[in-house]
């Protein structure tokens, strides 16, 4: 599968692994919808990559808003043949005991029920054109409990089985359906959990962090032949036979 001409759509494009998917994506002669809802910040990223790019604002809370983005990707560029799922958050940190539902839902309503949005969305669409690739950035916490991540490793945990759900229903049908785990990455997410004092993982140095560059090349690999053996299942950017596959270095 040559990625020239195609083109994707990406949540949470305004910063991180979703921007940086953007600038690489482009680069490969990717035409890119960048949807976020900090549409000020995704104008500006559509500016600098070019007219391969169309900015959307719009929330993945939303189902509207994600129908939206695919009818106005398709009127752009023709189709829409990728969706990157992206968009995630997960603050706030906090123990069970002392947690807001209002807060835990709010953090489900974006790592769960806006996948399920972006795939709902995008299905349609891309069965009409014979096929397309959805893929959803996961995260070691789908498998593993984190102290005060509830929320996310609960929602990371159903986005996984949400691809695995979709690759079941719609291989046939063309769909490739893949995760990926990219470990910790230099993201102001990771500034968040650093600041909370909270598990493991806010312990950790900046420089363990691999570059949002890195998850970003391998969203475009998984895209080519390549990915064609992981379909189905979640790639982990942890694996070292996995980032010499894709040409990412320490």
Excluded at 199 to 213: E, K, M, R
Aim: negative net charge.
């Amino acid at each position: 599968m040559s990625v020239s001409g195609k083109t994707a759509l990406i949540t949470g494009a305004s910063y991180g692994i979703g921007a940086e998917a953007a600038r690489i994506f482009a680069k490969a002669g990717v035409n890119v919808c960048l949807f976020a809802r900090s549409g000020h910040v995704i104008e500006a990223l559509a500016d600098e990559i070019g007219s391969p790019a169309l900015a959307i604002e719009g929330d993945v809370r939303i189902f509207n808003n994600l129908e939206t983005a695919v009818i106005a990707c398709r009127d752009k560029f023709g189709c829409l043949d990728i969706l990157i799922n992206n968009a995630g958050v997960v603050e706030p940190i906090m123990h069970m005991n002392h947690s807001s539902y209002i807060d835990w839902d709010h953090v489900i309503d974006i790592n769960l029920k806006g996948v399920y949005h972006g795939m709902r969305a995008a299905l349609p669409h891309m069965k009409a054109h014979g096929g397309g690739t959805v893929l959803t950035v996961s995260s070691g916490a789908a498998h593993s409990p984190v102290e005060a991540w509830s929320h996310y490793c609960a929602s990371k945990a159903g986005a996984a089985m949400l691809t695995r759900c979709l690759d079941k229903e719609e291989r046939a049908n063309g769909i490739r359906a893949i995760g990926l785990s990219p470990g910790t990455v230099a993201t102001p997410m990771q500034r968040t959990i650093k600041a909370s004092g909270i598990n493991p993982v806010s312990q950790l140095d900046w420089n363990d962090h691999i570059p949002a560059t890195w998850p970003a090349r391998a969203l475009l690999w998984l895209c080519s032949s390549d990915g064609d053996e992981f379909i189905g299942q979640e790639v982990s950017l942890r694996d070292e036979a996995i980032r010499r596959r894709i040409g990412l270095t320490n």
